[in-house]
């Protein structure tokens, strides 16, 4: 299965899972995140993600309503999107650390690991290694260090590959922003650290294309929202 995002219009969810999520949106969509200026709905897009479920290791695939805005000043047009939703993802992030953390750190193997969400071994593998790449360890126990002062550094002994190492210190930094109040429906570092990256400066780190890689820059004192 891709682990690319599913046009909603052309493919249809695998599953029979009958869960469907109310279409709902605000009177108004936010202001323009680039130019400020008023914004109204302009429609809908249907997306079909896999996310984590409460119980561990499952996950769901579910219909998800998306809509979109476009701003009456600049004329952008953006989607909103629901908390804990993270774009241009078939497999959402939960998902995609559970399975690789199942291998990385748990020495299960892809074909176990992945039972639950029929991911193919391939997916595994570029998911392994874009987050292998995402970020230098160092990095993001100093920002964990920046947002709450008390985050001890305990990085996880010999860890087995350079990929448990950056899950191990994305969950330090998640659980930071958790005593730091960020309020999370994500329950793993990396679903925490990038979505706190999304809803915060409005940045999307892709598995192919656009941003790869992990910003001290975008940790508080940072640079401001968009820019
Ligand atoms: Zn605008």
New binding site residues.
Partial sequence: MSDLPLDGERRKPVSSLPLILEPRREARPPP?A??Y?ACWWNGWRVVFPVVATTTVGAVERREVPLPRAK?S??R?GFTCYPLGFYPRRQYQLDVVAEVVAAVEIGCESTAVATTASSASPTSVRRWSAWIGALAEVKALHAVAAQVDPSTATVPTPTPRSRTAAVLDALEVLGAALVRAGVVFVERTGLGRVLGWQHRGHGDVLGLVAGPRRFSPAMAPGGRLHGR
């Fill in positions: 323009c680039t130019c200026g701003c000043c600049c952008l």
